[in-house]
Structure formats: C-alpha cells, structure tokens
C-alpha cells in the first residue's frame, strides 16, 4: 500500500525508511543539522553518487507518491551552485531506465536540481544550460529508441543526455525556473504537486508554476554525484564523470510529505 505521509528529521541519524546507495568516492555523513550526501575525492571518469530514495526497487505502477501532495525539504549543499561539480538535488521521479523495475520507462520528474557548470543540459527549450533550479519532466510516450539506449546505462539521477534528447524531440513536456537563492545557505524547499500543475516555493516564495506535470506515481530522491552532460560539436550530449577533488555534499536536515488539501 503507498505511504501516505512522511515527516522525518534527519538531524544526527541515518532513518531507515530510506534506501542508501554510495557508488564509488561517496559517503553518508549524519551531522547535527541533518544527513550529509557527501562525494569526497571522486577521479575524472569514476561515477559517485551518494543517494537516499525510497524506489525500494518496486514496480513503477507501485510507487507510493502520486498528487496532491505536498513536499517540504530543508536542506544546504557545502558551496553555490557554480562551484559543484556534477549534479545534486531532491524531489520525485521514477527511475527510468533501472531494470529492476521492469521495462524503461519515459523520464517523468518533479523536483529541484543542481547542474554544474561546463554542463549543457536545459530541460525545457531555451532553459538554462546549467544552474539551481525547480523542474518538472512529463515523459509522455517513450521513444523505442530511448528505452533501448536508457537500458544499457548506469542508473543515476543525474543522468542528463537522454532526457534532453527527448526534450529536443518535442517527447517531453517540460518547465524549468532558475533559482535565485544560494545553495550553500539552508532554505526550506516546498513542492505542491497537483494532478493540473505543479508549484514550486522558497522559504515561503513562489519559484515557478509548471503545467501538465507527471501524473504517474513517483518515488522520492535526494542526490549528490559527479555526472556531467554537455553539447558536442554535432548537437549531442556527452555523459562524462568529473573530477571532485574538493569534498562536497548535500545535507538534508528533513523531508516532510503529506496529503494536499485544497
């Protein structure tokens, strides 16, 4: 049965609702203002990613969130946006090309994300090619062609490539709003989630209201890894894994999810 309602302090503890994964250079660093993702050392080309989610490998029809609802998070990242290397973020999605949920499924995500530069990744046309930002991805119908290049990938929320592509394939309905307050400053992040649009908020401020978003169930992530996705000479992206010779992370003092009420 899908949870109805979550409100979990992270100050100091590792909860065990979450999943954990820790690929390659990445760690999980409990600290009294929340649960650090940490990625500490990572070599060019070795993929790390500190995540918590709660995809718990079920099937997608069976995932436990779908709207209304309403998503509250605080959180703080180690430095501003411009100064991480890779990806970051927290919200929903559905994990599209992890076989073990079955078949590759069309990207379909409604959250706050992190894209550092030299990437080149707009999810919405003439969107940002990098930055903080509030984003919602409506997947649509896949391609055949995407399901048979997202099964052969190592699953991680950063994985930008595909869905741009998608995107510039008209495949995707997508909105996408630029952030104006630091990532290194602890904000209280604020998602309401409706069947018609999505509305995304800041310490109380309204950020970007996104139509049509996904309607399909959807499973909480929060993230910190080294992916990189940028534009080649030929208008394709390339997946790359970046150096993080700094430590860097994502701390998440708590996650609060609940039924929305009109």
């Not at 550092?116 to 990098?130: D, Q, R």
Request: proline share 10%.
């Amino acid at each position: 049965m899908p949870t109805l309602s979550l409100d979990i302090n992270l100050s100091g503890r590792i909860d065990p609702y979450f999943a954990r994964i820790l690929l390659g250079f990445a760690e999980l660093e409990p600290t009294a203002g929340g649960l650090r993702l940490v990625v500490d050392g990572a070599p060019e080309g070795v993929l790390s990613d500190a995540e918590l989610n709660d995809l718990r490998g079920a099937r997608r029809r069976d995932l436990p969130w779908r709207p209304p609802l309403r998503l509250e998070v605080e959180a703080v990242a180690s430095h501003p946006a411009e100064q991480m290397r890779g990806t970051l973020g927290f919200g929903f999605w559905n994990d599209p090309f992890n076989p073990a949920q079955g078949t590759a499924a069309a990207p379909n995500a409604v959250w706050f994300f992190n894209t550092s530069p030299p990437a080149n990744m707009p999810f919405a046309p003439g969107g940002a090619p990098h930055g903080w930002k509030a984003a919602t991805l409506n997947g649509g119908t896949m391609p055949e062609w995407l399901a048979a290049a997202g099964a052969t990938l190592l699953r991680a929320p950063g994985l930008g490539p595909l869905l741009y592509k998608v995107a510039r394939h008209g495949a995707v309905r997508a909105a996408e709003a630029v952030l104006s307050s630091r990532l290194d400053e602890r904000h209280v992040y604020r998602i309401d989630w409706r069947a018609d649009r999505a509305d995304f908020w800041v310490d109380g401020q309204h950020v970007l209201r996104a139509p049509s978003p996904p309607l399909a169930p959807l499973g909480f992530v929060a993230w910190v890894d080294n992916n990189c996705a940028d534009e080649t000479d030929t208008a394709d992206l390339a997946l790359r894994r970046l150096a993080v010779p700094q430590r860097q992370w994502l701390e998440i003092g708590c996650v609060r999810i609940a039924p929305l009420v009109s």
